[in-house]
């Protein structure tokens, strides 16, 4: 078996800086960053608070909320709520929405690449 | 029986190891030595170019791929570590859980697509991708045999602590000799199985780990009502801290030290999009879109086995106690298989142990292909070779890597027995989060990134990484480091070295980028953009 990837490396016959310019791919690239950006700014700010608090202000974290559960075990817990809802939503908009440009992109290289 | 019975008979089984019945336990090791080997031995049957062995064809699906990383990931520490961490700190132990798995959307929304598709083997490929390539390749495989080698010490110790628990040894020679044979079958797996055989030991042993830990949980929930507060009650209630609900909320470890849990909690959320045999795991698949199914499918797995942990430790913490634990051969680390003993007999230990030593076998044989993939693709292949070498002999190299890392990582393990194995791993976390993390995210996202840049940023935050550990009170100052009290050169207060090693590695990155006065070749800038997010040369090619 050879390694599909040692012969596919495209031997220059692209104009990378025009095609990395071009609208299309350009598009792809802002959406992706448009809907990364805010999510990971989202969960560091939710983490780093949730740590700090724990840090700092453990007698708060100590409140109980429901029985012996107490606020900082609930909000531990919603870390673990929020990580799997942020997977769920990435990977649905990647599959609708990044995937279908970025197979079209791949399709105009390998055309170009054959060229 | 109640809780205070179980402990009672527990008590008696260590004073008298017939109970604990020794020979049944090494019935089950090596029952599962033997599915293991055999596993390795047929996946390597057709190990033949470089991609086999390094990558297992890139013929592994999402699915399987995600069982892999959750399998790779969940060590020892998650298990052993984390469960007694929570048994013995309550709350403060849950931190690990949480810093880990959320760890993993850094790796998702990040890091996991993008390397997949600008690399072939290794986190070199990438880093190297639009940089001077030999410099920037040894930078990335020095940062990579360190990060490999701190994480392969912690595994160490946790066989080490593991098998002494279960066979009653508890002198050091003993315990040497355990991590030797660990080590040694470590090398035969790694050697006959290839990456190919090391995935598949690491997808039964994920499912495996699962399995035990999700059915101890539903044990430990039924005792107590499927109720999360009674089940921390009867923590409590068994607690020797003052006051006795303390291990509920955070501070009993680092209530002291604040800045220690802030350090310990940057290096594990940034940590793992860094460690590189998590990152080769991206290599086994064929498309990024399966990169992104399988770390899916590991951060469900991976998730449900911590919240397993958290019932665990607390159900630990209930049922066999804090000092029980404490005083047992195993310390810290032996919260998991002692909450075993206590729930379903000797039976039960000795099963959920030779799960725990497939973990590590496994977890083990993960790191040293990673390692000696970095070092025969990055310095043998590329730099020593400078790639005019045959394939063939590119094996044989990291054959033989394999062999040295081994009996390094033997040496070491035997040095480190007795720490808290989720604590060294966080170490190895924090090195991977300084050495590797900001050349990876400037790679991929910094056009103005340099190789000046790359080196200072790799090779600082590596450095400042290691020399803060060797000045923590890890090493000395305390009765519990590795030198202990008598020497004090702690010249630094915290634990964990994320908090100063990991923006100086972002910023000598960025300083070495401003000040640098090569310039980088644009286009292959421009490629390497293309490629990462269209996938371009790194799938194989659309058929039409």
Known sequence: MTDSLKDARPQGSIDYVAFENSERFRNLQHRRRRFVVPLVVFFLVWYFGFVVAAAYLPEVMARPVWGSVNLGLVLGLGQFVTTFAITIWYVGFSNRTLDPLGAELRAELEQKARA | MSAVGLVAAFEAAVAEPAENNPVLNISIFLAF????????????????????????????????????????????????????????????????????????????????????????????????????????????????????????????????????????????????????????????????????????????????????????????????????????????????????????????????????????????????????????????????????????????????????????????????????????????????????????????????????????????????????????HDIYASVIKKGKGNPDGEVKIARRTVVVIGVLAIVGGIGVQGQNIAFLVALAFAVAASANLPTILYSLFWRGFTTRGALWSMYGGLGSAILLIVFSPVFSGTPTSMFGDGVDFALYPLNNPGIVSIPLGFLLGWIGSLTSTRTEDPKLAAEMAVRSLTGFGAEKATEH
């Open chain 2, 33 to 376: 030595v033997a599915v293991t080997l055999v596993i390795v031995i047929r996946a390597g049957r057709n190990n033949r170019t470089a991609a086999d062995y390094y990558t297992g064809g890139r013929s592994f699906t999402g699915p399987q791929n995600g069982f892999a990383i959750a399998g790779d990931y969940l060590s020892a520490a998650s298990f052993l570590g984390i469960v007694g961490a929570i048994a013995v700190n309550g709350y403060d132990g849950f931190l690990y859980s949480i810093g880990f798995l959320v760890a993993w959307l850094v790796a998702l929304l990040l890091v996991a697509e993008l390397m997949r598709n600008t690399g072939k083997f290794t986190m070199a490929d990438v880093l190297s991708f639009r940089l001077a390539q030999r410099p920037v390749r040894v930078a990335a495989a020095i940062t990579t045999l360190a990060v490999c080698f701190f994480y392969l010490l912690a595994q160490m110790a946790g066989a080490g602590g593991l098998v002494s628990l279960l066979l009653g040894i508890n002198d050091k020679l003993g315990q040497s000799i355990v991590v030797t044979v660990v080590g040694g079958l470590m090398i035969l797996y790694v050697l006959i199985g290839g990456m190919k055989g090391t995935t598949w030991v690491q997808i039964v042993k994920a499912f495996l780990l699962i399995i035990g830990a999700g059915v101890m949980t539903v044990w430990v929930l039924v005792l107590n009502g499927f109720n999360l507060s009674t089940l921390l009650d009867a923590a409590v209630a068994n607690s020797a801290t003052s006051p006795a609900d303390a291990i509920l909320a955070p501070g009993l470890q680092y209530g002291g030290n604040p800045l220690d849990f802030i350090s310990l909690a940057i290096a594990l959320v940034l940590g793992t999009a860094g460690l590189p045999h998590v990152l080769m795991r991206f290599y086994t698949v064929p498309s990024a879109r399966e990169a992104r199914r399988s770390v899916v499918w590991a951060i469900f797995l991976i998730g449900a086995f911590y919240l397993f942990t958290l019932v665990l430790g607390f159900g630990a913490a209930a049922l066999v106690g804090a000092d029980t634990i404490l005083a047992s051969p195993g310390g810290v680390n032996s919260a998991a298989p002692l909450l075993s003993l206590a729930l379903g007999g000797p039976l039960l230990l000795g099963l959920i142990s030779a799960i725990a030593f497939a973990t590590i076998l496994a977890v083990v044989a993960g790191l040293t292909i990673t390692a000696a993939t970095s070092f025969a």
